[in-house]
């Protein structure tokens, strides 16, 4: 609930109640009127990131070509054993890092976002959501070098894209809002307790490897059943059907991991923006 004064808008401590029309409106309202404020943002972490780097943004090239680059020498060394994957194995290991990263890379700075604002979190009353939300365009800036790289990879490899490759980006927002959704609730989290970071760093490791980023899942095997249940397989595997075979493997997997994604975002805003004015008292 809110009142207008010359201009500037008052909160009442009953905004925070119930979950009616009338708070999403208010909430993403709220998100609207932040653009400015997450545009800023965005630059001070790109300006903190890649100010006196020798490298700079060649970074967000290296970092995907080593990794790349190691599972290729694994597989070709027989130790993964991946098999024929119908594209170059070096272009489909791209394709499953370059997705995954909106995750493995996501989730961590989304969840320290609110501890690396600092001091700023305690003396400026602004809608901290913002902070989560612009540590998320860091992702979107480097997605966006990937997917250069793997355009460049793609036509060293000869390999030609469908035309569905144009419905990348949709099928890319699940993804994100999943990512926001988790990250929204673990950067609250990390707030109460300091360790939250250091696990999520440890369990998006181990998830890589039961979700087929690098690696097909198969038929019948171990991975094969955690991947009906895990929504990250079913959303990397579809940026992979999109952009190459121009249709998805499982149609309705990637239903239930979006409608998952969106119930999870559209949870995690309400419950951040409920808890949003006592993050100030535990910085």
Not at 31 to 42: A, D, H, P, Q, V
Not at 98 to 104: C, E, P, Q, R
Not at 220 to 241: C, E, H, M
């Amino acid at each position: 609930m809110e009142e207008k004064t010359a201009g500037e808008r008052i909160y009442l401590p009953v905004q925070n109640a119930g979950w009616g029309w009338a708070i999403w409106r208010e909430l993403f309202l709220e998100l609207y009127e932040s653009r400015g404020l997450i545009w800023r943002l965005f630059l001070r972490d790109f300006s903190a990131r890649y100010r006196q780097s020798i490298l700079g943004i060649l970074w967000a090239l290296i970092l995907p070509a080593l990794g790349v680059g190691t599972f290729v020498l694994l597989n070709r060394s027989g130790v993964l054993q991946v098999g024929n994957v119908g594209v170059p194995y070096t272009v489909y290991a791209l394709m499953g890092l370059t997705a995954w990263h909106v995750f493995g890379g996501g989730l961590p700075v989304c969840t320290g976002s609110i501890l690396a604002g600092g001091s700023m979190v305690v003396k400026i009353n602004f809608p901290k959501k913002a902070l989560v939300i612009s540590a998320l365009g860091q992702v979107v800036f480097e997605l966006l070098i990937r997917l250069g790289l793997l355009t460049v990879v793609m036509i060293v490899f000869r390999v030609a894209p469908s035309w569905t490759v144009v419905f990348v980006p949709m099928v890319l927002i699940p993804l994100f809002l999943f990512v926001l959704g988790l990250g929204l609730l673990l950067s609250l989290c990390n707030v109460v307790i300091r360790d939250t970071a250091g696990v999520v760093g440890v369990v998006t490791s181990f998830l890589m490897f039961l979700t087929p980023v690098v690696y097909p899942a198969g038929e019948g095997g171990l991975l094969a059943k955690i991947s009906v249940y895990n929504p990250l397989a079913v959303l990397v595997t579809a940026f992979r059907d999109v952009a190459l075979k121009g249709t998805l493997t499982d149609p309705a997997a990637f239903g239930w991991a979006s409608g998952l994604s969106l119930i999870l975002f559209l949870f995690s805003f309400r419950v951040f923006h409920i808890m949003e004015a006592r993050i100030a008292e535990r910085i």
